[in-house]
T-cell receptor, first 111, second 116 residues
């Protein structure tokens, strides 16, 4: 089956930028997503990018997509302690809406 | 954004009993609902897709007789874990899409199931 890979942990200092990386195998993905999960909570859609775009910016969030390398990244500028959470990368197989998730990257922000 | 609720948020049950988890779309009609299971240190795994008024489509390896899914209305889907065992203990998350948004799934807060 299709696969989505992420590093499991990332630690940054408050005020620095965080970059969370993700690779995927499904070349037919239509949309790629970033979700945030705070402790004890469900998932919150942070942002998404259409597969024919290579960049999307939304306030402190910047998504970069390299479709050739099947690499997706999420950059959080001026990282705050409230950004501490697990971040999941996900893709939809050819727009099927059935998402395949990575294992999640736990972001720890050091004050 | 649209709101999806789940009930209960936590449930503890004895081995061998059945547990029902509800997923509701509060301010939109969900033509499709998804059920995911979250394993510790692992990905969210899609269990099944349900469309209102039709049988759910289960992912490979998911026992349909054990995880009964009913999507009886456009705002409610239920997941029943039958004859629960300790290995069924997990975090179950539902999501819903309204058929008008072409990309977004709205996720519920999840249900923590503990089987003793």
């Amino acid at each position: 089956g299709e696969d989505v890979e992420q590093s499991l942990f990332l630690s940054v200092r408050e005020g620095d930028s965080s970059v969370i990386n993700c690779t995927y195998t499904d070349s037919s993905s239509t949309y790629l997503y970033w979700y945030k999960q705070e402790p004890g909570a469900g998932l919150q859609l942070l942002t998404y990018i259409f597969s024919n775009m290579d960049m999307k910016q939304d306030q402190r969030l910047t998504v970069l997509l390299n479709k050739k390398d099947k690499h997706l990244s999420l950059r959080i500028a001026d990282t705050q302690t409230g950004d501490s959470a697990i971040y999941f990368c996900a893709e939809d197989g050819a727009g099927s809406y059935q998402l395949t998730f990575g294992k999640g990257t736990k972001l720890s922000v050091i004050p | 954004g649209a709101v999806v609720s789940q009930h209960p948020s936590r449930v503890i049950c004895k081995s061998g009993t059945s547990v029902k988890i509800e997923c509701r779309s509060l301010d939109f009609q969900a033509t499709t609902m998804f059920w995911y299971r979250q394993f510790p240190k692992k990905s969210l795994m899609l269990m099944a897709t349900s469309n209102e008024g039709s049988k759910a489509t289960y992912e490979q390896g998911v026992e349909k007789d054990k995880f009964l899914i009913n999507h009886a209305s456009l705002t409610l889907s239920t997941l029943t874990v039958t004859s629960a065992h300790p290995e069924d203990s997990s975090f179950y998350i539902c999501s819903a899409r309204d058929g008008t948004s072409d990309n977004e799934q709205f996720f519920g807060p999840g249900t923590r199931l503990t089987v003793l």
